[in-house]
């Protein structure tokens, strides 16, 4: 897939549309176990918003995008929601949080990348 694929709203639509039966549910139940309700989440690549809605429901979460486009969409069906542009690779944020999700991101990391990601 081309770096610029979540850059244009067509190739936004029609990433949410490819991916609109795919979620984090079951890993979000893990999650629960281990973050009490209420703490703050980062949701890094929140893309069309899928497992942050099934987040925020628990956490008070903060959802996270690279692509300016998936944040406008977020913005536009998450209106109270916050959604921050950020890199999951420096992760440049001044924010704290108690815990951080993402699901269908990492693995577009390279090994080095990955590494700077978990070590941030």
Not at 12 to 34: C, M, S, T, W
Request: hydrophobic share 35%; no cysteine.
């Amino acid at each position: 897939m081309e770096e610029d694929y979540y850059q244009t709203k067509e190739s936004v639509n029609d990433y949410i549309r490819l991916a609109k039966d795919v979620h984090g549910g079951a890993l979000i139940q893990k999650l629960k176990k281990f973050l009490p309700r209420s703490t703050t989440l980062l949701e890094m690549g929140s893309g069309p918003g899928t497992d942050w809605n099934t987040l925020n429901q628990d956490f008070d979460v903060i959802g996270s995008d690279l692509s300016p486009e998936f944040l406008r969409h977020l913005k536009a069906a998450n209106p109270m929601g916050t959604f921050i542009p950020l890199d999951a690779i420096s992760i440049q944020t001044d924010k704290m949080f108690d815990g951080i999700y993402s699901n269908k991101v990492l693995h577009h990391l390279k090994n080095n990348e990955l590494a700077d990601s978990i070590q941030r």
